[in-house]
């Protein structure tokens, strides 16, 4: 309970942050940019200023305005000094441009062939006459016309003669909506409006029509009532629904939270008010408070979204902390039950490790015994060859036995070329018959070392080598498509040639009685292993093939073999990661054996 007190109370805590946090950032996002504008437009009305207020002055320093003054009788002097008026006003770019002797009466001014000349008024009522006159420098004032009503700014400055006595003033008025006329402003998301209020309050330049002319003023009397009166003749001035909330947190002091009603409509807006230089106006931007609002629920979003995050990663920690506790109190019961059984388990290793080691022993065992089976069967087929070997060692030794005989006789002779010829071909003899021994030896020794890349002709020649010592070979055409190139593969080089040994003698086996008798042997590329290709003329193979290559599996009698070669072969061939496959020729009599090896490349 009291934790679920505490998270509705943070909750809280973090959403008034927020809202509070949100407000602070919507309103000085919007104090930000009406002060942007107001400086803006500040500079604008400075720039205005700047460029008329010393019009008056340089005007004043003309001569015709200082004779039209002393001589207001002559008819040609004020006449040039009204064309003189005309010349400046469109030099100036002013509204109009008129002279007033010290009484206040125009007696020159640019329209004066008019019907609405300013020749004849008299103005000493207006402020900007009687402030040129007291002060004798120039002088800014806003009002609308007495007789045009348009809203304007006259700026004024007294005449004098050369000794600096006051003669007059001249004036200068420059309509409103010059101002009005520069009043775009780039647009904003907030699209704030601005008022311009002289300094009773009344709003004479406005962004929003239904404002103009308007009393924002707070106090009313009879001083205030007459300096209106006298800058807004005859203009009806209603007052706004215009109050002050109060001001945003964190914001300046002239940045106020105000509610403006219209036509019984009321919107809260944040005003911003500045002076502006020279004159006694003021702007005032007001920005409407919505994005406010937004503001605040974005910040309300985000904090919500941290609260959640945070209560969601105390959540986890708590749950972590709670689980690795009863994960520290599972452990202590699980060291408690090892500690039970690793007795058990010792025990149980030990027995394992004994029965282990005991396979081990028979698998040694069982290869050894394959080794030695092997091995027996290649003697097996060394003496089932021993028979043609000595016919191939008798005939080289009987033509050795003449070759010496002879030599005997030539030496007595003196014939030393025969001699040299006939030892000469005992040499050679005795070199053929130790490359047969040679490779009687080689197939008779155990292989050693794991597989290899070897290439596949060689087994092959060696092979045919060891047959055709045989003389049961003689009379049989083999056929051997040996190709130019290497053929490697993956292999034993002696192993593969007991395999070759085994498929070319059953072969030559099988061609007995037959005539014609011939063997095919080539190899043939599938792109990932090599087919080397046994085939012969002769009875074929029983009808179950498989069965060939079983143990002791034969079709001839005893004393042509036990059975074994054919699966000793197989076993050879796919310990190497090959197989042998064998079967009848589909087109005439005779078998065909298949020996698959892996391709290698030579430099593997």
Not at 433 to 458: C, H, T
Request: net charge neutral; hydrophobic share 40%.
């Amino acid at each position: 309970m009291p934790q679920r007190f505490s998270v509705v109370a943070l909750l809280v805590i973090t959403l008034l942050s927020s809202w509070m946090l949100g407000g602070w950032y919507g309103y000085r996002q919007l104090e930000s940019e009406a002060l942007q504008e107001a400086f803006r437009y500040r500079q604008l009305v400075a720039n205005e200023l700047n460029r008329y207020l010393p019009v008056p002055a340089l005007i004043a320093e003309h001569p015709l305005l200082a004779d039209a003054l002393k001589q207001p009788d002559d008819s040609i002097t004020v006449l040039r000094a009204n064309e003189q008026m005309q010349r400046m006003a469109t030099i100036v770019g002013g509204s109009d441009i008129y002279l007033m002797d010290l009484s206040g009466l125009t007696i020159a001014a640019n329209n004066f062939g008019q019907p609405d000349t300013f020749v004849g008024n008299n103005y000493a009522f207006r402020p900007y006459f009687s402030e040129a006159v007291r002060t004798g420098q120039a002088v800014a004032y806003f009002a609308l016309g007495s007789r045009s009503l348009e809203r304007g700014l006259y700026f004024t400055h007294s005449v004098r003669d050369q000794r600096g006595n006051m003669l007059g003033v001249v004036a200068i008025k420059v309509l409103v909506h010059e101002l009005e006329s520069q009043w775009h402003r780039p647009e904003s998301p907030q699209q704030a409006e601005m008022v311009v209020l002289d300094g009773d309050g009344i709003s004479f330049l406005s962004s929003r029509s239904q404002w103009l002319y308007r009393d924002f003023g707070t106090v009313n009397d009879g001083e205030r009532a007459d300096r209106v009166h006298q800058r807004y003749p005859e203009r009806a001035l209603p007052p706004i629904d215009f109050s002050v909330i109060g001001q945003p947190w964190g914001l300046a002091e002239h940045s106020l939270r105000v509610r403006l009603g219209e036509s019984g409509k009321a919107e809260n807006y944040l005003a911003v008010q500045a002076d502006l230089p020279r004159l006694d106006w003021s702007l005032m931007v007001l920005t409407a408070t919505r994005p406010v609002l937004w503001a605040r629920a974005g910040f309300l979003a985000g904090g919500l979204a941290l609260f959640l995050a945070g209560f969601l990663t105390w959540l986890y920690l708590r749950e972590r902390y709670r689980r690795e506790r009863e994960l520290a109190l599972r452990g202590e019961q699980l060291e408690r039950r090892v500690a039970q059984r690793t007795a058990d388990l010792k025990r149980s290793n030990d027995q394992l490790l004994g029965e282990i080691q005991e396979r081990e022993r028979a698998q040694t065992e069982l290869r050894e015994t394959q080794h030695e089976l092997i091995q027996a069967a290649k003697l097996a087929v060394l003496g089932q060859m021993s028979a043609g070997l000595n016919h191939e060692i008798n005939q080289p030794l009987t033509a050795i036995q003449g070759y010496a005989r002879n030599s005997r006789m030539f030496l007595k002779r003196g014939s030393t070329d025969m001699v040299d010829a006939n030892l000469g071909e005992i040499v050679s003899l005795c070199d053929k018959m130790a490359e047969l021994i040679r490779q009687f030896k080689v197939f008779a020794r155990k292989s050693e070392g794991p597989p290899s890349v070897v290439d596949l002709r060689l087994a092959v020649d060696g092979a045919l080598k060891i047959i055709r010592a045989q003389h049961s070979s003689s009379g049989i055409e083999i056929h051997w498509c040996r190709p130019e190139y290497p053929v490697m593969c993956h292999g034993d080089l002696i192993r593969i040639e007991q395999v070759m040994v085994n498929l070319i003698a059953n072969a030559v086996q099988a061609l007995e009685d037959r005539d014609q008798p011939w063997i095919d042997i080539r190899i043939v590329d599938d792109g990932e292993y090599w087919h080397c290709r046994v085939r012969d003329n002769g009875h074929g193979l029983p009808g179950n093939t498989e069965q060939v290559f079983e143990p002791f599996f034969t079709t001839r009698s005893v004393k042509q073999g036990l059975g074994l070669g054919l699966s000793i072969s197989r076993q050879i061939v796919e310990a190497l990661g090959g197989s042998l496959i064998g079967l009848n020729r589909d087109d005439g009599p005779g078998a065909e054996f298949v020996l698959k090896l892996k391709q290698r490349r030579a430099d593997e």
